[in-house]
């Protein structure tokens, strides 16, 4: 029977892991916070303060240089990754909402960071299909509507380069993809979706409890 060995996360022990982390900068910081102010409803897409140093880091480690999100929302995510190119390095970043993406514009001008980053208008599947066909892509991030995650692996894998790395938010959706009463909506897209990672023999992925759960999937071969 698998056996817990992760600490319950209460406040204290959260303050203290981002107190452990690479802190947000101003600018991350204060996008953040205005997130929450101008759009209180929608704030918990913004990815877990955790995550932007980690996606950051990930860049760093596989010395990416080209970077696609799908799911810009207000622009921390790409803001953190588009940091962390080398010169030359260039993040292509895909949501369909000019109202929230506009506030991340403003963000990466703020931070020196918006000649880096090519925000794409239009629906991610169409954008995606109008990628080069052939392998290009060194990392991807996929945090969108749910019900696309599998459409959107399957247009990034094969234009991954072999050792390039696909990270998925909210692989765990809030416990829903274990409910079994959970037949339908995120929750259940979520659940297909993990199936999908876990079958593709052509990649390798670890799924972890960070945040509401990231897989982190190496393209092999």
């Known amino acids: 029977m698998a056996e817990?060995?992760?600490?319950p996360l209460t406040t204290e022990l959260y303050a203290y892991v981002l107190a452990h982390n690479p802190p947000l900068d101003p600018v991350q910081?204060?996008?953040?916070?205005?997130?929450?102010?101008?759009?209180?409803?929608?704030?918990?897409?913004?990815?877990?303060?955790?995550?932007?140093?980690?996606?950051?880091?990930l860049v760093r480690l596989t010395g990416?240089?080209?970077v696609v999100e799908v799911g810009t929302y207000t622009g921390l995510s790409a803001l953190s990754m588009a940091r962390a190119l080398p010169a030359g390095g260039r993040l292509?970043?895909?949501?369909?909402s000019e109202e929230w993406t506009?506030?991340?514009?403003?963000?990466?001008?703020?931070?020196?960071v918006d000649d880096r980053i090519d925000l794409r208008i239009a629906p991610a599947l169409d954008s995606l299909r109008a990628l080069p066909a052939e392998p290009h892509i060194d990392l991807a991030?996929?945090?969108?509507?749910?019900?696309?995650?599998?459409d959107y692996w399957e247009e990034i894998v094969p234009r991954l380069r072999p050792g390039g790395l696909i990270v998925a938010d909210n692989v765990l959706f809030m416990g829903q993809v274990v409910d079994?009463?959970?037949?339908?909506?995120?929750?259940?897209?979520i659940r297909a979706f993990n199936e999908h990672v876990a079958a593709d023999r052509?990649?390798?992925?670890?799924?972890?409890?960070?945040?509401?759960?990231?897989?982190?999937?190496?393209?092999?071969?």
């Open 92 to 96: 292509i970043t895909l949501d369909i």
């Open 4 to 7: 817990t060995k992760s600490a």
């Open 102 to 112: 506009a506030h991340a514009r403003e963000a990466w001008a703020e931070a020196g």
């Open 180 to 189: 079994p009463a959970v037949t339908g909506g995120p929750g259940a897209h």
């Open 64 to 66: 990416a240089r080209q």
């Open 29 to 57: 910081r204060a996008l953040v916070e205005s997130t929450h102010t101008l759009f209180p409803d929608s704030a918990l897409k913004q990815v877990a303060e955790e995550q932007a140093p980690l996606l950051a880091f």
């Open 202 to 221: 052509r990649m390798e992925s670890v799924m972890l409890t960070v945040a509401d759960g990231l897989t982190l999937a190496r393209r092999t071969g």
């Open 141 to 150: 991030f996929i945090d969108a509507n749910k019900d696309g995650y599998i």
